[in-house]
Nanobody, 121 residues
């Protein structure tokens, strides 16, 4: 079964940096878009950054200039480099990918379990 596993979260001071990783595994034929979402305390889950299979990227306005999304297609991995972190960046970060497995006719969205990021002084 296809799985997405995030790592790299933790506790960091304001202004600090973290690098999140998400690895897709399983019977994967093709991965299309990959992205990062977050759920802040008391809020809905919102898009943070998205990258297409061609390498283009899009970001939420709140993280532009501070976060960088990238991917390594050979490793089925997407990264989120987070710099100049703010307390408002606190939340659970979820990896998302549109994946076509070998055993399915169609692609669909898959989600990771989430990794906690806490920005606090």
């Amino acid at each position: 079964q296809v799985q997405l596993v995030e790592s790299g979260g933790g506790l960091v001071q304001p202004g600090g940096s973290l690098r999140l990783s998400c690895v897709a595994s399983g019977s994967i034929a093709r991965i299309y878009d990959m992205g990062w979402y977050r759920r802040a305390p008391g809020k809905q889950r919102d898009l943070v950054a998205l990258t297409t299979s061609g390498g283009s990227a899009d970001y939420a306005d709140s993280v532009k200039g501070r976060f960088t999304i990238s991917r390594d297609n050979a490793k089925n991995t997407v990264y989120l480099q987070m710099d100049s972190l703010k307390p408002d960046d606190t939340g659970v970060y979820y990896c998302n990918a549109n994946i076509k497995p070998y055993y399915d006719y169609f692609s669909r969205e898959y989600w990771g379990q989430g990794t906690q990021v806490t920005v606090s002084s």
